[in-house]
Every structure is written in C-alpha cells, then in structure tokens.
C-alpha cells in the first residue's frame, strides 16, 4: 500500500490555525502519512513543523506570483492537499489550477466583511469553497457560510486544539501553587482579569478599555492583562496612559497557560469568534470566562460562561466585577467549564475525521 501524501497550507496562519496544523501534523505523520507544510518560516520557528515529522517548505504568505509558483512546486506529487484559512485556500486554488487533486479546506475563522472590503472578500469565499471538495467549518455558522458561497461539500469540524501544557491549575483548583506569575504581574492583593489575542481591531479591546474605566475607583482595583501583539498596540497603549486605566499589555508570551491559570477571570471581547483558543484553554483550567455572545462562541462554552452583546463596554464590566465579587459563581463556572471541555472533540477524534476525508477522496471512484 502507498503511502498517503499531504500538503498543509497555512498563510499569515492565526494562533489557532497553527497550532491544529502543528497538532493535525503529528498525528497524520504518527499514522503513516507522509506530511508536506507550506507556512511562512517563522511560523515554523514558533510552532516547530518540522519537530513533528513533517518536511517544511517555507511560502511566504504573498499572493504573488512567485509563492503561487513555490506553492504549486511543493503540491507536485500529492494526493490531498489542505488548505487553511481564507487566504491559504484562494492561493492554493491558484496553485493547484487544473490538477486533478482533492482540495480540502479547513475554515477557522472568518474576516469581518463590511465596508469596502466586503465584496472583494466575498468574491474569495467563492473562490475558495468552490474549488474545494470538501470544506471543513469549525462553528455551524461556518459550514452554512460555506453552503451560502457554493460549496460542494460542507461539513462540521468542531477542531480540538492542544491542551494546555504542564499540570497548570485554575483559580478554582486546591492544587494551585503560590504564583510568581502574579508578582510578576504586579497582581498579588489585587483581583487579575486576563484577555489573549492579537491585539487588532475586531478583537474588541477598545470595548474591553471602555469596560475597565471605572475600575480604578475600586479598592483593590482590578488588573486586566492583555497578551498578545498586533498593530493596535500603539493606540491602546496611548489610550491605557492617557486614562490611566488599571490595565497592561504584556506583548507576545510564550507560557500563556501559566498566566491564564492564575487568573481570576478571562475575558473574550471580541466581534467574532469560531473556536477561540483562550475560550477553549479556559475552560479546561477551570478559569471563569466571559465573553460575547458572537460567531461559534456559544456554541463552544455552552452553559460555562457568562455571554454578554458585542460593544457593550457595560455589559462587559458588569460581568467581570459581578463574577469577582462572588466566588461561589466562579467556582460554578469552573466546575462547569471543565465539564463542558470533557464535551469537546479530542486531538484523536479531529485526527481521526480529517483522515477520513482523506481517505474518502483519495479513493478511486471519488473523481468518477
């Protein structure tokens, strides 16, 4: 028997597109297949493509034609090839032209649409989910996105992504030690509010500043962190100094498990959400979570958060203080994070229907 042959593709290559191709990797390599990943070279630098047994070619997230010309070099010889993310999936469309090679299609997330880019980003969801032959969705809202666009074949693929690393413990957990991260943090004798993400617009963290303007009147105010990079993080720093907000933004960090687990409360602000990965790693360490009521967000927590509207910088903060001032809540919400993460797809599980679909268009009636 051959052995199956697979391209992944990933472009700028979000946190959680990433990681479940690092994760999606190991295990199709750990089952036989032989795995080619086409990412920027820093994305290999962060998540360590080749580490998992796959050949690493590194694509530049250009759409010129010159990456289109590499992308279709590294597809020679494949017999499925996955793309993912809007992006990934339009260029390799691109690359693969007329070749008569299955195309997969994993959609994570998708771009706010409105204004004048909306028509030119609906125009490649057509083009993506059409030369697809199957494309996978993360949140119901995703596969019927998918269908709205054209798709041949569109299916949810609720991914899981790592779970955290390390035996870190929530809040909630009798097991939690003495945190160094809190006095690094400067959040000893203080309660700690923790949001992670790229820091760009449709994140909401302008929402979550508003939200955090009465804070400081408080005794002890809270402290909300924010991890993550992005080209807001001048303006927000501007805004944080400028109202003398109790908040820090602490860039890119590499133990972000360890920090999230000694938080009192996360928070997810954002305009739109799949599967967010804070939400997941939440969960899971039994941090209590609140986030907005947006994209695939209720469908992932189900019951284990408190969910307010998008841009209710009030509705927000009211959350937030009302679950710090009661602990019985946060223990609840604890509890029932963990027993709503218990719900979710393994590593295994996604493993297991991604090569299903390989398997199923690699067979020789699936061109008839």
Not at 10 to 26: F, I, P, Q, W
Not at 59 to 68: E, M, Q, Y
Not at 342 to 352: K, N, S, V
């Amino acid at each position: 028997m051959t052995q199956l042959r697979t391209v992944q593709v990933l472009g700028g290559g979000s946190a959680g597109s990433s990681a479940h191709v690092r994760s999606l990797t190991a295990g199709l390599v750990a089952r036989g297949v032989r795995v080619t990943v086409c990412a920027p070279a820093e994305l290999d630098d962060a998540y360590d493509f080749r580490g998992a047994g796959a050949r690493h070619i590194p694509v530049p997230r250009r759409g010129d034609p010159a990456s289109v010309a590499a992308l279709r070099a590294a597809c020679v010889g494949a017999d499925v090839v996955h793309a993912h993310g809007l992006h990934a999936a339009v260029r390799t469309a691109l690359a693969l032209g007329g070749r008569r090679v299955p195309l997969v299609v994993t959609w994570h997330t998708r771009a706010i649409d409105e204004g004048a880019r909306g028509q030119v980003l609906r125009l490649l969801e057509r083009r993506a989910v059409r030369a697809a032959a199957v494309v996978l969705g993360t949140s119901s809202g995703l596969v019927d996105r998918a269908r709205e666009r054209g798709a041949r074949d569109a299916r949810l693929a609720p991914l899981a992504v790592p779970a955290p690393r390390s035996g870190a413990a929530g809040p909630e957990s009798p097991e939690r030690p003495e945190s160094k991260a809190r006095a690094e943090l400067g959040a000893v004798e203080r309660p700690l509010v923790m949001a992670v993400g790229s820091l760009v617009p449709h994140h909401g963290y302008d929402v979550l500043l508003d939200a955090t303007t009465t804070w400081g009147a408080l005794d002890p105010a809270p402290l909300l962190v924010v991890a993550g990079e992005g080209r807001e993080r001048a303006k927000l720093q501007q805004r944080i100094e400028d109202d003398e907000l109790p908040v820090q933004l602490i860039g890119r960090r590499d133990d972000i498990s360890d920090l999230l687990a000694v938080a009192d409360v996360a928070v997810l602000p954002s305009r739109w959400e799949a599967r967010s990965v804070l939400a997941q790693e939440a969960l899971r360490l039994g941090v209590p979570l609140v986030a907005t009521a947006v994209g695939g967000v209720p469908e992932l927590v189900g019951e284990a958060a408190e969910l307010v509207p998008y841009g209710n910088a009030a509705a927000l903060s009211r959350a937030v203080l009302r679950l710090l001032a009661d602990p019985a809540r946060r223990h609840e919400l604890a509890l029932a994070g963990r027993a709503q993460a218990a719900t979710w797809p393994t590593e295994d599980d996604t493993i297991a229907q991604v090569l299903s679909v390989y398997d199923e268009l690699t067979q020789p009636w699936s061109f008839a």
